[in-house]
């Protein structure tokens, strides 16, 4: 998540969102913090029930939406509700996702790169050459067609 989103969650705290992640496994969360981030379990977060729209956006690896049932099932609460963008990356895009998805890309800020190269330093994750830019794919869940019956 540092590596692939570190610095768009890091711009988008400084502009006043409150940022979680959510992993399958609560690792050490040093990398996190240094982005302002806050770190929570999976299965904490599905324990308690959300009441109403909250997510405003979901950014996560293809892999884990297609192994974790639980990950499927909260991205889907969300994108129902049509108020979440969820972002993507990963080699292949999952298929209830529109295949048009498109790319979209997130410009650093100069407080973003730096906070990322520290928090990559925390996380022990080697970035030989760190990007100005962080892609993602936007996806939109496909909506079931209705057949008209006759």
Do not use: N
């Amino acid at each position: 998540m540092v590596r692939r989103a570190g610095g768009w969650l890091f711009d988008q705290v400084m502009a006043g969102w409150d940022v979680t992640v959510v992993t399958a496994e609560l690792g050490d969360p040093r990398a996190l913090r240094i982005l302002g981030v806050r770190a929570r379990d999976l299965d904490s977060v599905l324990a308690v029930p959300v009441a109403g729209p909250c997510l405003q956006a979901i950014a996560l690896h293809t892999d884990l939406y297609d192994s974790d049932e639980r990950v499927r099932r909260m991205v889907r609460t969300a994108a129902e509700g049509r108020s979440a963008e969820i972002r993507l990356w990963g080699e292949m895009m999952p298929e209830d996702f529109d295949c048009g998805a498109h790319s979209v890309s997130h410009q650093l800020s100069l407080a973003a790169r730096a906070f990322k190269a520290q928090a990559l330093a925390a996380a022990d994750i080697a970035d030989e050459q760190q990007a100005d830019t962080e892609v993602f794919r936007r996806g939109e869940i496909r909506r079931p067609r209705l057949v008209a019956a006759r």
